[in-house]
């Protein structure tokens, strides 16, 4: 990654947690910018590089004449489907004890469908990864990820290295950054093998989404069946004004 992009999306997460927990979480509006780039030792670009992101993220609104004001009611959701979160992290901060509790990799061919979204051709090798993950230890979200076996650059890795996120799979052995990614919502009934997973009758209604990872390219690197049960976890959508 970037050094530049880095040390922005570092200090960025500094100042959400800042804005969260720390100095700001009692104000109603930030510093000016003068004083809030001293506060967190970083230059004015790279503070407004920092502020942009949380402003096109929901999480601060800038006026100019009024300033920065800080969106307590955005910052109390628990889970954003427009924002990209760690599973654990995810259920984490919905108010669960998160664990993994299987992960399964194997390699297989890809069938029409995961041909047309990742730009493969049919029956060629593909990395597949399930994951579970349990919130309380009741299943949670199960997700299945994709990956064409010619972005993987070396076969040698740790099993223990696939319960981290895919993400670091991606940069660590395909040299690939997810830049954006493409999501279909919908809900879905249980089959039996989905039932199997979740432990609960056929016919349960599961969120289900279908994403698809393009990297700065637009070149499709990742595609990712996730599957939520439901009474878990909360979604929220934030949607602006353009």
């Not at 399930?130 to 997700?143: H, Q, S, V, W």
């Not at 039996?192 to 989404?209: C, D």
């Amino acid at each position: 990654m970037d050094q530049g992009l880095q040390l922005s999306e570092e200090v960025t997460r500094r100042l959400l947690e800042e804005i969260r927990f720390g100095r700001y979480q009692d104000m109603k509006k930030l510093p000016p910018e003068v004083e809030l780039a001293g506060q967190l030792g970083v230059s004015r670009t790279l503070l407004r590089d920092c502020l942009a992101i949380l402003e096109r993220e929901g999480f601060i609104s800038r006026k100019h004449g009024v300033g920065t004001v800080i969106n307590k009611h955005v910052l109390d959701v628990e889970t954003r489907m427009d924002l990209e979160k760690e599973f654990l992290d995810m259920v984490k901060d919905a108010g669960y004890q998160a664990e993994i509790a299987s992960v399964k990799a194997e390699k297989a061919d890809c069938d029409r469908e995961t041909a047309d979204k990742l730009r493969l051709e049919p029956g060629e090798p593909i990395f597949r990864v399930d994951r579970l993950i349990t919130a309380d230890g009741r299943p949670a979200i199960y997700c299945v990820d994709h990956i064409g076996l010619r972005h993987v650059k070396t076969g040698f890795y740790e099993m223990a290295e696939l319960k981290k996120p895919i993400f670091w799979f991606l940069e660590q052995y395909c040299k690939e950054t997810v830049y954006m990614d493409l999501t279909e919502v919908r809900a879905v009934a249980a089959d039996s093998r989905l039932a199997a997973v979740f432990n609960t009758a056929e016919g349960t209604p599961l969120l289900h989404m279908d994403e698809v990872g393009y990297n700065f390219w637009g070149e499709p690197i990742l595609m990712s069946k996730e599957y939520y049960m439901d009474g878990i976890l909360k979604h929220t959508v934030m949607r602006k004004k353009i």
